[in-house]
C-alpha cells in the first residue's frame, strides 16, 4: 500500500532562510524584594518562564545562560555591553546578542532604557543600556508556572 502524496504547496518548509519574528507583547517589570534570597528566587522563577518562552518562539539561549552571572543585583538590572555578554557567552557575535535581547524584549520578558555617560577623557559620551527582567502582562498558558510560594506586590 503506497501512502498518499502531499501536494507540494502543503509542505512547510524546514528552513527558510528568514529570520523568525516575534510580535511585541506588553510587559509588567518584576517589582524585586528586599531580601537577597527573595531576589535570587524570584529571578530563578522568571528564568524558568524566559527558558519556556524562548523555546517556544525559537530565540537563543545565550542571553537567559549569563544573565544570572552578569546581573547587578544592587541595581536590579543588566548592565553589561554586548560585546561583554558576547563574551561570558562563548565568545559568540555580538549581534546574535543584540538579537536575542530584542526577541527577548519583544516576548515581554525583558525592557531596556537607553542612556549615556561621559566618557573618563571628559569630552566623548558613551551609550549605556539597562536591562531590566518583566513578565508579559498576558501569560502564554502553554508556560507552567514554577511550583512554590510567590506573594505578589502591587502598587
Do not use: C, S
Given at each position: 500500500m503506497r501512502a498518499a502524496a502531499i501536494p507540494i504547496e502543503e509542505i512547510e518548509p524546514a528552513f527558510t532562510g528568514k529570520r523568525r519574528q516575534v510580535s511585541r507583547t506588553p510587559s509588567l517589570p518584576l517589582i524585586w524584594p528586599n531580601t537577597s534570597k527573595a531576589r535570587y528566587d524570584l529571578f530563578d522563577a522568571w528564568?524558568?518562564?524566559?527558558?519556556?518562552?524562548?523555546?517556544?518562539?525559537?530565540?537563543?539561549?545565550?542571553?537567559l545562560a549569563v544573565s544570572k552571572i552578569v546581573m547587578r543585583w544592587n541595581q536590579q538590572a543588566i548592565t553589561a555591553t554586548n560585546q561583554q555578554l558576547a563574551d561570558r557567552a562563548g565568545y559568540c557575535s555580538i549581534e546574535t546578542i543584540r538579537r536575542e535581547i530584542a526577541a527577548l524584549r519583544d516576548l515581554g520578558l525583558l525592557s531596556t532604557k537607553g542612556g549615556?555617560?561621559?566618557?573618563?577623557?571628559?569630552?566623548?559620551?558613551?551609550?549605556?543600556?539597562?536591562?531590566?527582567?518583566?513578565?508579559?502582562?498576558?501569560?502564554?498558558?502553554?508556560?507552567?508556572?514554577?511550583?512554590?510560594?510567590?506573594?505578589?506586590?502591587?502598587?
Open positions: 528564568h524558568g518562564v524566559a527558558m519556556q518562552y524562548a523555546r517556544l518562539n525559537g530565540v537563543g539561549l545565550r542571553f549615556g555617560r561621559r566618557h573618563p577623557d571628559g569630552i566623548r559620551i558613551i551609550r549605556t543600556r539597562t536591562i531590566r527582567l518583566a513578565v508579559p502582562t498576558n501569560m502564554d498558558p502553554r508556560i507552567k508556572l514554577p511550583d512554590g510560594d510567590f506573594e505578589t506586590e502591587t502598587d
